[in-house]
C-alpha cells in the first residue's frame, strides 16, 4: 500500500500549530494601533494596511500591531 499523498502518515504533519503562524492566521480586527517598538509611537491602524509596512513618522524604525507588542 503506497502512502504518498497520505497526510495522516506519521512524520507528514505540519507540526505544532498546523503551520498557521501568528495568531492562527487570523486578523486583529478592525481599530488597534501600530507601535513602535523602539521609541513607543502610536498611530491608528488603517484597515487592509498592515503596520510592518509602515515606518515610524519620528524614528523610522519598523512599526508592528499593538497586539504583538503586547505578547512580547
Known amino acids: 500500500m503506497s502512502t504518498s499523498g497520505n497526510n495522516d502518515a506519521p ?7 498546523g503551520g ?9 480586527g478592525v481599530g488597534g494601533y501600530c507601535v513602535c517598538a523602539k521609541c513607543g509611537t502610536k498611530i491608528p491602524h488603517q484597515q487592509g494596511v ?6 515610524c513618522p519620528k524614528c523610522g524604525h519598523t512599526m508592528i500591531r499593538e497586539e504583538l507588542l503586547k505578547k512580547s
Open 11 to 17: 512524520g507528514r504533519g505540519l507540526g505544532y500549530g
Open 20 to 28: 498557521h503562524g501568528r495568531n492562527r492566521g487570523g486578523s486583529f
Open 50 to 55: 498592515k503596520c510592518t509596512t509602515l515606518k
